[in-house]
């Protein structure tokens, strides 16, 4: 069975501050990760993915993520937080064999300060 | 392009009635998801449709769930006898080749009183 945790409901980072959202997996042979973003009131939109290659993969509006399959992790970063970042973020996570169905997390609420 | 669409964006019903939920994934995309989201949680998956195969039907909470498929096209979620706990919201979710991420609709808000 597939699994993604996202230990920390909320994150709180001042706006120019780097930024991390946390993200762990457990799946069956080699993952797809996937991270998406859910505005208020809105579907969710898909950030980056990492499939193979580079493990640090660059997405939308400045985010990247870095595989790391010691630690079965896909955090999400940014350099630098601005306010319009603050939404529900969702980390997804298949196998690359077998199952098309992603497990999704929790998902984790950043709050960007000014 | 067009991305994906769902219709109505809000439901309110009555419990007990049956509720209809439909969904426009993109164009030319095979793989088709519903999921559902309660208030303030993650995602659920409810079915998968993979072109012209069997869906895999194993998240549907109950017999009153169930969903249909035309094709590669339009997907249809119904709801029957809904109860108080079907309140969520509903979204839609339609990936093209290679099955890597999913583009989602806007959701259907349904509220059953």
């Known amino acids: 069975a597939q699994s993604v945790a996202q230990p920390e409901d909320q994150v709180n980072v001042a706006e120019g501050n780097p930024l991390t959202v946390k993200c762990t997996y457990s799946v069956s042979g080699n993952p797809y990760l996937f991270w998406y973003v859910q505005y208020p009131n809105r579907g969710l939109q898909f950030l980056l993915k990492?499939?193979?290659?580079?493990?640090l993969v660059k997405g939308s509006y400045g985010f990247e993520a870095e595989f790391n399959k010691s630690q079965t992790s896909f955090h999400l970063k940014k350099p630098s937080a601005l306010v319009s970042d603050s939404a529900l973020y969702f980390c997804?996570?298949?196998?690359?064999?077998?199952?098309?169905?992603?497990?999704f997390g929790r998902g984790t609420s950043l709050i960007v300060h000014p | 392009g067009a991305g994906v669409s769902q219709s109505p964006s809000n439901k309110v019903t009555e419990k007990g009635k049956d509720v209809e939920l439909r969904c426009d994934p993109i164009s030319g995309h095979t793989a088709l998801y519903w999921y559902r989201q309660r208030l303030g949680q993650g995602l659920e998956f409810l079915i998968y449709?993979?072109?012209?195969?069997?869906?895999?039907k194993s998240g549907l909470p109950s017999d009153r769930f169930s969903a249909e498929r035309t094709g590669e096209s339009v997907s249809t979620l119904t709801i029957q006898r809904t109860q108080q706990e079907d309140s969520a919201v509903y979204l839609c979710?339609?990936?093209?080749?290679?099955?890597?991420?999913?583009?989602f609709g806007p959701g259907t808000r349904l509220t059953v009183t």
């Open positions: 990492y499939i193979t290659g580079d493990n």
């Open positions: 997804a996570v298949r196998p690359s064999g077998g199952s098309y169905i992603p497990t």
């Open positions: 979710a339609s990936s093209g080749a290679g099955y890597y991420e999913q583009y």
């Open positions: 449709f993979q072109g012209n195969s069997a869906p895999d």
